[in-house]
Every structure is written in C-alpha cells, then in structure tokens.
C-alpha cells in the first residue's frame, strides 16, 4: 500500500490486545494449564470457529492473531485472504464437513524449568475427529508459574520488560523509527573507528541539497558543501522511466525541483533526510549527467568516494522499482512477542512468541532482493552505515554490527570476514579488512591476505545479478579502482596483473544444469565471460608465505612469458570478443609456458554424495592406473570430450599443519596440490588455446605416505605431470 510522504502516516498500534476469539481462548488455557497432569484430549481448544475469523482477527490488530496470521501465510506462501483461500491445503479449513481447533502440544525437549513450552497449533479436522490435524498456522507459547520467577535470568527478565511497550508503529519511517535510527547513527559515530570517513576520500561531484521544509531540491557542487555530511541512496532502477540529470536539463536542477515531481523512491529518501536532520543526499539517476555525452564512465569510478564518504546510505529494500515508495505500512505485531493474561497475572506469566521480522523469510540484510542486484553488491561494500528500510521494517548495518526494532542493540561482530559475520555484515568487514593492509605487495603477508580478501569480494559479487552482463567489471568498479591507486597494481579483464597466475585459476561452481558461458565478451581465461552461476578462487601459496591452513614449502609454476594489455574496470565490453581479437592483437592474449597434457573426461558418482564428478585423465591412461585425484570443473554445462588438454599453472608442496601427516620416524609428510587450466585447441595457431575449466590434484595422503617411506619424493604419485617440472611448452591462451 502506497503511502504519501508525511508525517500524518505517523500511527501506532497497541501490543498485547486480543481480539473475542483469542480472549475466549486465553480464559479456557488458564484453567488447563494449572493441572499439571492434563491429558493431551483436554488440550484440544475451540479457538476460531472459521479460517475468516483468524484473518478478521489480524486485520482488527489482535496480537495472537496476527502472530498466527503470519505463518498462515509463510506455510501457504500466499499473502492475504482471497490467496490463502485459493490454495487447495487450506480450502480445507472452510469446508463444511471439517472443524478449525486449536491444539497445545508441550514440547519437552525445548522446556526447561521453571518455563514450560509448547507448539500452539491451528488447524483443521473432520468434524467426527476421524483425522489427524491438518495444521494451518503454529505459534510457540512459554508459560512461567509464579513462585519461581527468581529463577528467571536476567535476559528473560528484560524481556518481560520489552513486552510493556505501549505502542508499536505502523510506519516504517515514524517518529518513533527515526530517534532510533538517530541513537544508532549516534553510537556508531561515537563508538565505531571503522566506520569513520577516511580523509583522503574527495567529495562527490555534485549533490542534492534539500530545502528546511523538504519541499524541493537544487543540484550543487559537492566540493562547495565541504563540512557538510551527506547520505546517499541504494535502490533498484528497474525499467521504468524517471526523471534523470541529462544536459537539456541540468539548469532546472540547479534552479530546484519540487520533491513532489521526483520519483516515489526519491521523495521517501528526502523524507528519511528531513527526519534525521541531513541536507544533501547523492542519487545517481540525479547526480550523473546521463545520456551518450553524459560522465558516467567518469562519475562511476568514484563510487568509493560517494557511498564510503556518505554518513549513511539508505537502502529502499522494499521498492522494485522507482514507482514505489519504500516506506511502508505494515503490521508490527506480528514481530513481537504477545503476553496473555491468563487469570490472575499474579500467578501467571504466558507469552507467544513473535516471528521477529529480521529472522522471517528475506527480511534482512543481503537477502533482500535488492542485494541481488550487482550494482548494489559495491554500494553495500562501501558504506560505512546502512538503512535498510524493508517491506516489514528497518535494519541498521554498519561495520561495526547489526541492529534491528527487535534487537536495538548493535550486535557487535567477532572479526572474522569469510564466515558470514553473524551472517550478513562480513562485506563491510572485508572493505576494512582490505584498507587496512599495507600497501607493500612485496610483503608476503600482505600479498597472501590482499589475494584472500579478493578471493571473498569476488566469490560473493557473483551471487548477484546484472540487467547487462557488459557492466560485470564497471558495477565494481569503485572498489577496485581503489585497489588500483593503494597497491599501484592494474588489471586486465578483472584479472590483477601482479599476480596473473593466481588470478587464472578460478573456478565454477557446476552443480547447476543451467550453468552456461557464452557472453563471449573477454579472452576465455577472465571471469568477466561468465552468466549464471557462482565463482571460487583457489588462492595458492608462494615462496615464504604462510596460509591459514597450509605452510608452503616449495613450489613449481607455470611462467609468464608476455602478459595482456592491462584494461580499466570502466573498460566497454563488446559482444563478440573472439571474432574481434586474434593473436595478432595482444590485447587479451596470454602467453604461457609450461607443462601441457592431452586428457579425457571420465565421470563417476560420489560414493558419499551421489553427485556426478568428473575426473580427467590423460588420453592413454590404463584403466588400471586410474586414481580419481585430478578433478574437472568445466566452466560451461556442456563440453566435448575430445580436444581436451591439461596445462599445469602451480604445483605446491604443503605441509597440512591440520592433519599433519608423518612417517615411521614422525617426519611429517607434505601433501601435493596442482591446480591449472583445462584448454582446447583454436582454430588461430598450433600453440593457440582457450579456457574451457579448471583442475585441481592432491593424491591421497597416505600413497604420499608410502612413497616417502619407500624413500621416494612423492611427485611419482601425481599422475597428470608425474616428476619433476620439466621445460615445458610455450602456448598463447585467447
């Protein structure tokens, strides 16, 4: 439901108060509790005498109703009545040979003394009971008896002191929402080095300032507002028209604009400034001239100094599209817990347990469909502080923790950056993980850690989506234009320069059917060429570096002959890279040299998973000789067997500091790890390839075991490339 931007929407609603069907319940619970002994046929309830009553009760703001409501429609995955009706499971609860009851259920392997526990269920059964219950929605009642209300910790306690809040709102941008959201905003500012502005950020290039009353908005220089913080704006374009600054118009912009002329997305982040007192808000439809003689490419390389020196950047995770607004109306009962006064409050303490938004369905941060969107992965990553104002209400995330209207507190994070951080702000950890590296590449930690962190940026921007895979690279191209300037390093094609032979042994994660690459926009060997599907980037270990699992102790590689031309992440991407590029043009061409193999496919199921996996092998390998160590991952669905070949880009030789493997003697036996490309041949030049997957080999630990008992070195057990490197051939990869 739309909502004008006013404060007039401002509205609460009142927990705890039950509508006549639910107080009826509550007053026949009261008595069944007090017996101990109840037998299960006694905890069969009338409690709604028709589905309609549920959904009425929801509707007129009952809190056990709407709890209930709520996961009516998540087990039916339809919102609202004429939906859930026409689902063939719950047109079952208005038929007229079946009865709607409400049955308790204890749950002893949740209770715990002095709390008892159990699964309020609702649901259907023929009137004659010859069914079981068919159940429709379900809720989670704690029941305390008094006396042993001293037992209860101090967590519980202030609990029970939440559940008094007189009013709850109904807006997701009220009064009471935004002191909140100024406490938040308060002590992080106060609280948060990380989340701090760096000073060498610059100034956007230009800002919305709004007027005192929030009525219009004029375009103006960033750099004239120097002191000034701003906010900047996180949304879905999608693909209707709106209002965008073009050259024809830019003097209307900086004459002003009424806020009532602007996109609906656009009046509620004015109204989200207004309220926390903030004058300049950046939005790029607004703040970079569009059109073919715009300053995109320009504009876009800047986006570290927009969303990470932006005080905030509010999120419109509830808006598909500009003709939404974000700020909604929604019910908050649902989300909070319900107490029911079952008889004398004096000797009872019963509550049912609200959803809690933040943990329902995609109603938190990097799981709103918003955080789909590809230009939104960086716009995440760089802010320090984001607003995520959803369907069902608002999140608050910054570097330095989570924070909801259910969990107030700032959830501080526990400082590692690959694990999910609490699930969700490990993407703001890495952008600070990454600042906070020096910049000597040289230095073999921070070489390690810098290819890491890179490994994780990448690895999750593949999760997201693009409208037009040509922006793969410029939709992150404000994180790594910042990379380019901290380490002085360039890129080709997405791929760092200074570490080329580490950057080309990605891989695809191929448990998906539909798993394809066929952009053809980019030399095979960059990831830039990939539709569909999710992205893994092995980080091998070099001479003197030390990993978090594995210590290298020596290692073989592939060498660089010539490298391709280094491209900025702004670069064009033109449809039809291969029939545009030959040899002769370097451009995206790599020359390598190194072991090359002829191999074959060879598919077998997973003895533990059940899964295909596919084993390479080389073309006149013996069937008794096969040891299923060398696996393939293609990077498209369907690849031919013939013209395959292995070309080995790193051999390592690890000590597994977690296994530590040893002989007789407790000598400790380091593992072999390859890992290289699977190519086939072109059409271009005898020694011309293209990437096709990626392999990885380790043979087991314990063949490694007796070949170095036997004195051996182990490198015999590699089946690929057994021995010693040899000289190797020279190969071009296009």
């Excluded at 701003?230 to 879905?236: E, I």
């Excluded at 997305?265 to 903030?278: E, H, K, P, Y």
């Excluded at 999120?315 to 079952?342: G, I």
């Excluded at 998906?512 to 053809?520: A, G, K, V, Y």
């Amino acid at each position: 439901m739309d909502v004008p931007s006013t404060s007039s929407t401002d509205e609460t609603v009142i927990p705890h108060q039950l509508c006549q069907w639910c107080t009826r319940f509550a007053t026949n619970l009261s008595s069944r509790l007090r017996d101990e002994a109840t037998a299960d046929a006694q905890r069969f309830f009338s409690h709604y005498d028709d589905i309609r009553d549920l959904i009425q009760g929801s509707q007129s703001q009952c809190h056990l109703c709407s709890i209930l409501f709520v996961n009516l429609e998540e087990r039916n995955k339809s919102t609202g009545l004429d939906a859930i009706i026409e689902k063939t499971k719950i047109s079952n609860l208005i038929a007229s040979d079946r009865v709607l009851i409400t049955y308790l259920q204890e749950t002893p392997e949740h209770s715990r003394h002095p709390w008892r526990a159990f699964n309020l269920c609702v649901g259907t059964t023929k009137a004659d009971g010859s069914e079981p219950l068919e159940i429709a929605a379900l809720a989670y009642l704690m029941h305390h008896l008094e006396g042993e209300i001293e037992d209860i910790s101090l967590q519980e306690q202030t609990t029970f002191r939440d559940l008094f809040q007189l009013t709850l709102s109904t807006w997701t941008c009220s009064g009471l929402y935004m002191q909140l959201i100024k406490v938040w905003l308060s002590r992080c500012k106060a609280r948060h080095d990380s989340c701090q502005s760096r000073p060498d950020l610059r100034r956007p290039t230009r800002l919305l300032k709004i007027s005192r009353d929030g009525k219009a908005v004029r375009l103006v220089p960033g750099a004239n507002e120097s002191d000034a913080p701003f906010a900047a704006l996180s949304y879905c374009w999608g693909k209707v028209p709106q209002l965008m600054l073009v050259r024809s118009n830019y003097h209307d912009f900086e004459s002003g604009l009424a806020v009532s002329s602007l996109t609906k997305v656009a009046q509620d982040a004015i109204t989200v400034c207004s309220a926390l007192s903030i004058q300049y808000l950046w939005i790029d439809a607004m703040c970079i001239i569009q059109g073919v003689d715009g300053d995109f490419q320009q504009e876009a390389a800047r986006m570290e100094d927009v969303y990470a020196g932006s005080l905030v950047t509010i999120v419109a995770a509830a808006a598909s599209d500009t003709t939404e607004h974000f700020l909604k109306r929604r019910n908050p009962l649902p989300w909070r817990d319900c107490r029911l006064h079952l008889g004398d409050s004096r000797h009872y303490r019963s509550y049912v347990e609200g959803r809690v938004f933040c943990q329902f369905g995609d109603n938190t941060p990097g799981s709103f469909a918003l955080d789909a969107r590809g230009w939104c992965f960086q716009e995440r990553l760089l802010s320090p502080r984001s607003i995520y104002f959803g369907p069902n209400g608002v999140h608050w995330e910054c570097r330095g923790g989570l924070a909801c209207e259910y969990y107030p507190k700032i959830a501080a994070q526990h400082g590692a950056v690959d694990i999910g951080l609490d699930a969700q702000i490990a993407l703001k950890s890495t952008y600070v993980a990454i600042n906070e590296l020096g910049s000597d590449l040289g230095d073999p930690a921070v070489s390690y850690r810098f290819r890491e962190l890179w490994g994780i940026v990448l690895e999750r921007y593949f999760d997201t989506n693009l409208s037009f895979e040509k922006d793969r690279l410029v939709a992150m191209v404000g994180l790594a234009r910042s990379l380019q300037y901290k380490f002085d390093i360039q890129a080709s094609y997405g791929l760092w320069l200074a570490f080329f032979l580490d950057e080309l042994l990605w891989s695809m994660d191929t448990s998906s059917n539909e798993m394809t690459r066929n952009l053809d926009i980019a030399p095979s060997w960059s990831w830039v060429n990939l539709r569909d599907g999710k992205i893994f980037c092995s980080n091998t270990l070099h001479h003197g570096e030390v990993g978090e699992e594995h210590r290298l102790v020596d290692s073989t590689s592939a060498e660089i002959v010539r490298l391709p031309t280094a491209t900025d992440f702004t670069a064009s991407l033109i449809q039809g890279f291969s029939q545009k590029h030959k040899l002769d043009d370097p451009s995206g061409v790599v020359r390598l040299k190194g072991r090359l193999l002829r191999c074959k496919k060879r598919c077998t199921k997973s003895k533990y998973s059940g899964a295909t996996v596919t084993f390479l092998d080389p073309m006149e390998q013996p069937e008794d000789k096969i040891k299923n160590v060398a696996m393939l991952r293609q990077d498209q669905a369907a690849l031919d067997d013939e013209d395959l070949y292995c070309f080995l880009v790193r051999r390592e030789y690890r000590a597994d500091n977690e296994h530590e493997w040893t002989d007789e003697e407790n000598v400790q036996i380091d593992t072999i790890w390859d890992h290289g490309l699977v190519l086939t041949r072109t059409d271009d030049e005898p020694d011309a390839f293209r990437r096709v997957g990626f392999f990885t080999e380790s043979p087991p630990a314990q063949e490694l075991k007796q070949i170095r008992a036997a004195g051996g070195r182990g490198d015999d057990a590699m089946y690929l490339f057994p021995g010693e490197a040899s000289q190797g051939v020279e190969i071009s990869i296009v």
